[in-house]
Every structure is written in C-alpha cells, then in structure tokens.
C-alpha cells in the first residue's frame, strides 16, 4: 500500500520538530523567494504504464505514462505552497508531454509548452541541449521562470543534480547570462510544503 502525501509530510513534521538538522532545500527556497531564478522542476507522481517510443504521441495522453491521482494532489499541493511561500513566479515553461503539462497547469496554472525539455530516446545532446543550456543562463527579469521537464533531459543539462531528484523534485538556479548560471540547491517537493506550513 502507499503511503499518502499527508503521511509523509506527517512524519517529516515530527523529525523536523524533534530537532533534526537544517531542512534540505532551505537555501533553494529562500533564494526562490527573492526572485530572479528559473525553478526546474521533474513532473509530478505518475503512474506505473511504460511508454513505447515507437506509438508516442504529444497529442494523445493515452500513449504516455501519465500522472497518477497521488501525483494530481502532489502537484496541486507543491504550487499551493508557491503562493504561500511568495515565489513570484511569472513564466511556466513544460515539455509537451502530459505528465509535465498537467502538472504545471495543477500548480501554476497556464503553461507554455516546449519540446526542448523531453527528450525522445536517449539523444540528450544536440541543439536541443544547447537551448536547454541557453534557457538556464537566460537572467530573469521579474519573478521566477518554471521549467517543467524529465528526469533524463534535466540531468543532460545538470549533470552536478544527478541521481537526487525524485519526481515533484525541483533545481533552484541562478541564471548568470549566455550560457552561464549557478545551481544554488535540489529542493525536495516535500521541503517547499512543510516551509510553506512554516511561513508567516
């Protein structure tokens, strides 16, 4: 049986009241709160379908693994606790494919779609990575930009956040112009709703 959002965040609550170290993600998400940094994020829970790149299709969810009912709640939840938390976020970018696009429409709300953040295959290189690359170090004017993406098409271009992201899992950068930018922290999905409980 899985655990549910409410029992994790329940659990994590009491480690973190009984003294546990400085919460995973603090820095990430104090840095969000002041704005001018693009948020990666890994789409939210999905369910267990594989997908066939051979029958793939953007415009038809039924050949894409796809969000679950626990990965709706989480990615309501997560954007929730962006507005509790402040985060001026202005620009949501998502891969094309629905787990991605859904989540961001849950949490945010409009989304612009762009297959430059899903990669079909395992070609991660390419023009697509130097876009990729090109976004990151693109500064932000006002607020902060989301990006919504895969597990494999973020490590391409973030090679330093490999293996650390769970899906609902975000990267906080700080776009430095041209192709530079700083990765500042991971922020687990769980830390932005219990620092969301926290503020005031």
Known sequence: MRTSIVTLLALAACAASAGAQQEKGALGIATARRGGVTIVCRHAITDAANEDE?????DDPS???????EGERQ?????????KLQIPVTDV?????????L?????????????????RGTNYGG???????EMLGRR??????????????????????????????????????????????????RAWL?????AR
């Open 54 to 58: 051979m029958t793939l299709r953007y």
């Open 63 to 69: 050949t894409q693994r796809r969000l679950s009912a």
């Open 75 to 83: 990615a309501t939840a997560i954007g929730e606790a962006f507005r």
């Open 93 to 101: 970018i998502a891969s094309p494919m629905q787990r991605a696009r």
């Open 103 to 119: 989540t961001g429409e849950l949490a945010f709300g409009t989304v612009r779609l762009d297959s430059t953040w899903h990669t």
């Open 127 to 133: 023009r697509k990575l130097e876009l990729r690359t």
């Open 140 to 189: 932000v004017e006002r607020g902060a930009r989301v990006i919504i993406s895969h597990i494999g098409t973020i490590y391409s271009v973030l090679p330093s956040v490999g293996g650390q992201l769970e899906e609902g899992d975000c990267v906080v950068i700080r776009p430095d112009g041209g192709t530079r930018f700083e990765v500042i922290e991971v922020v687990p999905w």
């Open 194 to 198: 219990r620092a969301a409980g926290e």
